[in-house]
């Protein structure tokens, strides 16, 4: 077996034990508002941290692209109108794939 399987095998171990590390942590440590603040705040953090990493990289160098800009603005205004899910997710590859089209 090679060193990426058992790359993939080690991760998959660990994520296993760390869901199993939350599911058995007591309940009175979960209630500490630190935490739960922290909960709440970690996925936003790190989606928007995702979310910069896709937009201004491309490769291994930063990068303006103004078609997945233009889609991110499309997906914050539909967001701000409070459009379901999947219609920001139509909007943002449409608008993105029309500035594509008109060369921008």
Do not use: H, N
């Not at 077996?1 to 034990?17: E, F, P």
């Not at 233009?70 to 967001?79: Q, T």
């Amino acid at each position: 077996m090679s060193a990426t399987w058992w790359a993939v095998i080690a991760t998959c171990v660990g994520c296993y034990l760390l869901k199993l590390a939350g599911l058995a942590v007591p309940r009175r440590v979960l209630d500490r508002p630190g935490l739960r603040r922290f909960a709440e705040l970690a996925p936003v953090a790190l989606l928007s941290a995702l979310i910069a990493v896709q937009m201004f990289a491309s490769g291994q160098e930063l990068r303006f692209d103004t078609a997945r800009t233009l889609g991110l603005a499309a997906a914050v205004v539909a967001l701000l109108l409070r459009a379901p899910f999947l219609l920001v997710l139509a909007i943002t590859a449409a608008v993105t794939a029309l500035a594509r089209l008109a060369g921008l």
